[in-house]
């Protein structure tokens, strides 16, 4: 008995995908630029003709059901979904399960040949759904534009590529971690005449049923990372989305269903557990005694319900106050100019979208030259009044509000109490007359308005406050992480002690800070394989994409052992 | 401003330990026999002389001041330690702050420098803390005896070379983990004509204060590993031992500051807080807000009530029913011997002694012949009997009890209501007349008995549960691994198929099984390098000595980055 081999093992898949699987790797620990999944809509990387044919799926998919998923299911539901750019619901159905048990049952029943396959095998056929996915990524991003109100180049690159490469990190990270440990292992103890032996063997053991609750504004982005992370570490998923943000996810989850159907595995290890906005299963499928796992993005208060669940290992990305501090500046129409962006790309509906912007009441050092808080703000206003009223990068850059609820707080922020430096707008779209857009407010909060405003401003709202220096900036800056959270902060400064102190200041408030911006690279951004989103060092979340944590947490590591005489 | 360097670097007690950093991390990954320090007390290892000058140490250490902390403190507290083979008080009086809040704010003065103190440093000065220790092992292995009740030799073993082997664990993957991502990346990005360029930096930014909660049996083996693991993160520590068992990890404390304040660094980044059973302080401190990570190991109400805390990073090692399988063997008196070794060693008072032992009813079959369920009890009633009445093993084996709760629970298991198969008597200590002693108390528990205990009895007290057969048998041991928790399980068979089902449906319950046990190998035993402690994947405890979530959780990764021009 001296071999133990308690799962199956099947290379065929991982061998197909080793070379990307080990590059991947790599990639995670190195750090550099690295996108696998190529993210321009480029015919040369992804068809010529594959566009116009998924904008046809697409325009089909309307109205209809959505017939594609392999998993068990006793009804239909007609989603929630309705384009921000058109006004209209999407009147998409989707199979469903009126009882949640049965999304339970099914998931326990597909994990008994998951949770035994061997890490090669996972790893090559989770590859292998991403390739697929890729066939997808148009109907992807015309699912994900109008469900929620991102351009349309943003919905591709975020909700495809983007995405791929945090599920491929995902992946790739899992795959380490589960192989990382000798698992035969021959143990031999001197023992004066004779040694002590003993025979080793590592398993592996998912910690169950994991389930991942969606968010409206990134369905695929913010999903897949835990996704597949639950998935490569042995564990069967059910996919929550938001009721309002279905076809793009319902599209991935129908194809990983296809290709693990087509390599004899049970589909049902993925489902899609839509819903109705006012009859949500979340709560009923999160507090399920059979659910081990949950990854969550939305809201602070959801959020911080689901990390206060006992006995459940819990993944969130919350909201956050993301900062801006204004130090010194060797080009002041640069940086405004990029802020402005940073400010109006999907208008202030990203996780990493600047929010407070701390500005010297005294004003700044430029390269030759000063700057007062005046000659700041009004560059920041002029810059952003110039983007937004340009008629083909105005409604590109800014998409479409997504709720009516972050509508109606960008409609009432000019009645916070602040002085109103840039009002909002109206947005016109040439193509989607209807669109819900509005362009971003930009409101100075004097010392004594400070107070007005706590915490989070979801969408295209904007704060300047005056500080005393940029050491009340980045008190304020550090506070504001601290206690609400934030998941970026921009910086410029020409000092480098400054800098330092910024950047040491904000990573004990578990923020990155990004320094300089001003070509085109924007604070909003964070790449797959090279930025870790989130650090799980603040109120903002507790997750980070892709750290070791956010595997190594969903399985734990039994090892066995016989006496060899 | 490409040069970018929070963190301090002073590498010249990194280079002295080096090879024996990247020998544990080797070790670690490769989980064969590794045991850096030696594990019996042998003059050629520690020194001749080395025993006789630490007993006197200890000897003189009684009825005193333990002066040997460097830390702050305002007043002194007489401890409530006592022997367990002598009876008496060891009148030994500890450093305290009578308010904890001097605790919390010399922890976080003590930080500032610690957390911005390189990986390297860290390692190296915490390896320099372990090979220092080396020089106490024998005055802790007296300290150990004289609060735990453990006999000499595991003393020695227990709490010198076997928890700086789990120490010397936590640095090495700690120090794998800070280490594993570059910290420096050249970020560029194809962008048409040029490239947009980032410099980018990692930061490891500790979680904050940590708490170790200490436990009566393992003072220094269960503390170490979370010591060290906080320390090497970036974390101060703050260590609540047991009211009944100080002396030990306040040798390890001391140790610890010493080498601290050799090297400049504030000795209060590891403190030691004790305190009187009767007035404990333990929750003020669990409950503090700026205590961020706990350790805890000791019973499952505090455990689940320290694991229920919001906000904090938790790892718990508690209580489990452990249990032994038999289906099958070869040598029915080799496995008895074992399994009276097993429940003898320190009284049942480790957390990995075997509890519950399952046979069928029907008996088992040897390698020649069947054995029958009387014959399989009393094979290990008198092997146990044999072992507790040897006049020289009895005592060394089963050393003393440490707990008068512990004692009340043995004596009082005759009346549980099971069928009392070997009664639990004093055993003989010539050394100590007065030692607190009883052996273990063998009781069948027939099925319309199983009721009658319901999880843990810590002590040496073991049922033997008759079964249907192995199937049921278990049922039982994975139902009571799921309920109450399990450590370890012990498995006879000499059926391949039986073994891998035993193997994996364990494995589910997240306890590892050792199997067919018949030499100098016991269940209770769980190498560092070799053996994961605790899974982590049932009530037992969140927590598994190392794994990389052990260390991961205590820090966070924040990258910031900076635009190039």
Redesign the interface.
């Known amino acids: 008995?001296q071999i133990?081999?308690?799962v199956k093992t099947s290379a065929s898949a991982f061998e197909k995908y080793e070379s990307l699987i080990n590059e991947a790797i790599d990639a995670?620990?190195?750090?550099?630029?690295y996108t696998p999944f190529p993210e321009m809509p480029s015919p040369a990387d992804y068809g010529e003709g594959a566009e116009s044919a998924q904008k046809a799926a697409f325009e089909s998919q309307l109205g209809g059901k959505f017939d594609r998923l392999k998993q068990s299911s006793d009804s239909w539901l007609e989603s929630d979904e309705e384009s921000p750019y058109t006004g209209k619901g999407l009147k998409i159905s989707y199979p469903v399960n009126s009882n949640i048990e049965s999304y339970i049952a099914a998931a326990k029943k597909a994990n008994e040949k998951w949770k035994?396959t061997d890490a090669k095998t996972r790893a090559g056929l989770l590859v292998e759904t991403l390739q697929q996915l890729k066939s997808h990524f148009f109907e992807l991003a015309f699912a994900t534009m109008h469900t929620t109100g991102q351009s349309y180049l943003m919905s591709f690159q975020a909700s495809g590529p983007h995405a791929a490469d945090r599920a491929l990190e995902s992946i790739a990270l899992g795959y380490a971690?589960l192989t990382?440990?000798?698992d035969k292992?021959?143990?031999?103890?001197p023992?004066g005449k004779f040694n002590?032996k003993?025979e080793?063997?590592?398993?592996n053991?998912g910690?169950g049923l994991a389930l991942a609750i969606g968010c409206s504004t990134f369905p695929t982005w913010n999903t897949l990372p835990g996704l597949y992370a639950s998935l490569i570490t042995g564990n069967p998923v059910i996919v929550k989305p938001h009721p309002k943000a279905i076809y793009p996810i319902a599209i991935v989850v129908s194809v990983i269903q296809d290709v693990l159907k087509e390599n004899g595995f049970d589909p049902n290890l993925v489902q899609l557990a839509s819903d109705k906005a006012d009859n949500q299963i979340t709560k009923k499928l999160a507090e399920h005694a059979e659910i081990k796992i949950i990854d969550f993005t939305g809201s602070n208060s959801f959020g911080s319900y689901v990390?206060?669940l006992?006995g459940k290992v819990v993944f969130t990305e919350k909201a956050g106050v993301n900062s801006i501090i204004i130090d010194s500046i060797d080009d002041l129409d640069a940086m405004a100019k990029n802020i402005a962006f940073s400010i109006s790309l999907y208008s202030g509906q990203m996780c990493t979208a600047p929010q407070n912007i701390y500005v010297p009441e005294n004003g700044i050092d430029l390269k030759e030259g000063h700057a007062s808080l005046e000659d700041v703000e009004k560059a920041i206003v002029d810059q952003t009044r110039g983007l937004v009223e340009h008629p083909k990068a105005g409604h590109a850059v800014a998409g479409a509000i997504q709720s009516k609820a972050t509508m109606d707080r960008v409609l009432k922020a000019k009645d916070i109490g602040g002085k109103v430096l840039l009002e909002n707008k109206a947005i016109a779209n040439p193509e989607f007359p209807d669109a819900q857009t509005q362009s971003p407010i930009i409101i100075e909060l004097a010392k004594d308005k400070r107070n007005l405003v706590k915490g989070e401003m979801f969408g295209p709202i904007v704060f300047i406050i005056p500080t005393k220096d940029t050491n009340e900036s980045l008190e304020l800056a550090s506070k504001a992480a601290l206690e609400h959270g934030a998941i970026s902060c921009s910086a410029y400064t020409q000092d480098?002690s400054t800098?330092?102190n910024i950047?040491?200041t904000?990573?004990?408030a578990?923020?990155?800070?990004?320094?300089?911006?001003?070509?085109?690279?924007y604070v909003n951004q964070n790449?797959g394989f090279?930025?870790?989103h989130v650090?799980?060092?603040n109120p903002a979340g507790n997750a980070?994409f892709t750290?070791?944590?956010f595997v190594?947490?969903r399985f734990?590591?039994?090892?066995?052992?016989?006496?060899v005489?």
């Not at 080793?200 to 398993?203: A, H, N």
């Open positions: 008995m133990f081999t308690p995670v620990h190195k750090r550099e630029h035994v971690e990382r440990f000798a292992i021959s143990w031999e103890k023992a002590l003993l080793k063997f590592g398993m053991v910690r990390e206060g006992p480098e800098l330092q950047a040491t904000m990573a004990d578990g923020t990155p800070v990004s320094f300089n911006l001003t070509g085109g690279v790449a090279s930025d870790f650090s799980g060092g980070s750290n070791p944590e190594v947490k734990v590591r039994v090892q066995s052992r016989i006496f005489k």
